[in-house]
């Protein structure tokens, strides 16, 4: 599985599916010497997902500075991975026009692996959205062209 690579930086004020990513994957390497809560995976990152980055940049001896850069989404995803295994859990915001990111790049780079030639931008446009119908409907979807559950689970299957 790729790692959904990084695509731009995140700090207070972010949103969209590479933010939700984040909350995952902070969520998912949670322990009992954790000091801040679970957060909600809602794809906006605020002041409790700030407080999280600069815990784990602490813990991890990157630079504390609440934001996730490449280095700091590099890690982060290495821990998760230490944990759950090598797969990219379903961000929780359904990716369609108009969204951009690491993950909209994930997307890509599958639908490419099945015959697509998208360019691997990040950024969910006309093209994205009729390579994504099609996928749907060789794997039996609702062919909506966008990514939710059901659709990423089938591009990424955790087994």
Request: with cysteine; charged share 20%.
């Amino acid at each position: 599985m790729a790692i959904p690579a990084y695509y731009s930086l995140i700090r207070r004020g972010s949103s969209g599916p590479d933010v939700a990513l984040v909350q995952t994957w902070l969520n998912g390497i949670r322990d009992s010497c954790t000091w801040h809560a679970a957060l909600t995976v809602d794809g906006t990152f605020g002041a409790n997902a700030e407080k999280a980055v600069r815990e784990f940049q602490l813990r991890y001896g990157l630079k504390e500075d609440g934001k996730v850069g490449a280095n700091t989404w590099n890690v982060l995803y290495a821990r998760y991975t230490a944990r759950h295994g090598l797969i990219v859990p379903y961000p929780g915001i359904v990716l369609r026009s108009g969204s951009a990111g690491g993950c909209v790049r994930l997307v890509q780079q599958k639908l490419n692996t099945d015959g697509e030639r998208l360019t691997t931008d990040g950024k969910f446009g006309a093209s994205t959205v009729a390579a994504v119908k099609r996928y749907q409907t060789r794997h039996s979807l609702t062919s909506d062209g966008s990514v939710g559950k059901d659709t990423w689970e089938k591009m990424f299957p955790a087994a």
